[in-house]
């Protein structure tokens, strides 16, 4: 199995663009999560979806976030209009019995 | 509100050292206990606990879980200069299949 795969690995954007990020979970796996990393703030859970239904959202900063999954195999993270503080590590993570796997992660970068 | 702390926040050792990191937590319905390491890239699986007072064991790395004390410890022998990384806790909620993870620790091995 190939893990978790992310795409892009690395996305430079201006101020005000739209950013998606993409993810592909381990095949079989029922849960799937969007995390940011950041030295300030550590690795924190933005939604995670179980049975590609959204469980909890709480930890999107705000409006302009969004993620959706339309399948199983598949679920993207976008944000517009990004700004500089967005700039981050954003990792997909995906698990089926506790034990939760991560993707290589998006290094993004907002000028 | 749930929280995973970990202590300490950053350790500088020799080689040849033994580290403990330490994992408390206060989450509602614990499932599981898991711990990362993390160097440049993506958190790697190390353990999963579930059961207080099993060992598990893998080289140089062990860890043990204490669910009456709410915490749960990572031992490394022998310390490497590859053991440099940040090591992060995690805890899984049972009812909502949420991981809530703590700051992690910094693990530095000096040659």
């Known amino acids: 199995d190939a893990g978790v795969i992310q795409s892009p690995r690395h996305e430079v954007t201006e101020m005000g663009q739209e950013v998606t990020l993409r993810c592909k979970p381990i095949s079989g796996h029922n849960s799937l999560f969007w995390y940011r990393q950041t030295m300030m703030r550590g690795l924190e859970l933005l939604i995670y979806?179980?049975?590609?239904?959204?469980?909890?959202d709480s930890g999107m900063p705000e409006d302009r976030f969004s993620a959706k999954m339309p399948n199983a195999s598949f679920s993207t993270l976008k944000i517009q209009p990004s700004e500089p503080r967005d700039s981050a590590v954003y990792f997909c993570a995906s698990s089926l019995l506790s034990e939760q796997f991560f993707g290589p992660g998006t290094r993004l970068t907002v000028l | 509100e749930d929280k995973v702390v970990q202590s300490p926040l950053s350790l500088v050792v020799h080689e040849g050292d033994t580290v403990t990191l330490n994992c408390s937590y206060e989450v509602t319905n614990f499932r599981s206990l898991l711990w990362y390491k993390q160097e440049k890239k993506a958190p790697t699986f190390l353990f999963m606990l579930?059961?207080?007072?099993i060992e598990k064991k893998s080289g140089r790395l062990s860890s043990i879980l204490d669910k009456k004390e709410l915490f749960s410890i990572l031992n490394i022998t022998a310390t490497q200069t590859g053991d440099s990384a940040i090591y992060l806790c995690?805890?899984?909620?049972?009812?909502?299949?949420?991981?809530?993870f703590g700051t992690g620790t910094r693990l530095k091995v000096l040659a």
């Open positions: 579930t059961s207080s007072g």
């Open positions: 995690a805890v899984e909620d049972r009812g909502t299949y949420k991981y809530i």
């Open positions: 979806f179980n049975n590609n239904v959204p469980i909890d």
